[in-house]
């Protein structure tokens, strides 16, 4: 019976559905609020950066999420969400690294989450369950 449950191409669809779904979802909110890229694009000219790179968040949260939902060179859409955690948890959290929430949880752990799910996508790839273009 447990034999059933062995498909690593399904749990490579369902990691693929669940990480690019849920960073796609913070994508949608910032094409629907284009204040937040504002937002973020000050936040990198604290760091003397150009603020022109803000709309990198895009290529990680929107293109990357549905490379990754569609299977389509997911490896390479996981690169690009992890990239964009990493950058949005030294712009954002860097002050939370290492800080506890009340009930005890690690204070990043939905980033954290975000952050190593789409590296298990880089190290996984998309499985038999993914578009392939002829």
């Known amino acids: 019976m447990l034999h059933a449950?062995?498909?690593?191409?399904?749990?490579?669809?369902?990691?693929?559905?669940a990480v690019g779904g849920l960073i796609l979802l913070h994508g949608i909110a910032k094409l629907l609020n284009p204040d937040?890229?504002?937002?973020?694009?000050?936040?990198?000219?604290?760091?003397?950066?150009?603020?022109?790179?803000?709309?990198?968040v895009l290529i990680g949260e929107v293109l990357a999420p549905l490379m990754a939902i569609v299977g389509w060179q997911a490896?390479?859409?996981g690169l690009?969400?992890?990239?964009?955690?990493?950058?949005?948890?030294?712009?954002?959290?860097t002050h939370e690294l290492f800080a506890l929430t009340d009930s005890g949880g690690w204070a990043l752990e939905l980033?954290?989450?975000?952050?190593?799910?789409?590296?298990?996508?880089?190290?996984?790839?998309?499985?038999?369950m993914a578009y392939r273009p002829d």
Not at 36 to 56: E, V
Request: proline residues 1%.
């Open 111 to 128: 980033q954290g989450m975000y952050l190593f799910g789409a590296v298990a996508i880089v190290f996984l790839g998309s499985g038999r």
């Open 36 to 56: 937040a890229l504002n937002w973020i694009g000050n936040l990198l000219a604290g760091y003397g950066l150009p603020s022109f790179l803000a709309y990198g």
């Open 5 to 17: 449950l062995h498909n690593d191409a399904l749990g490579k669809l369902i990691l693929r559905l």
């Open 75 to 77: 490896r390479l859409g």
């Open 80 to 93: 690009l969400m992890a990239i964009n955690m990493v950058v949005a948890i030294i712009l954002v959290h």
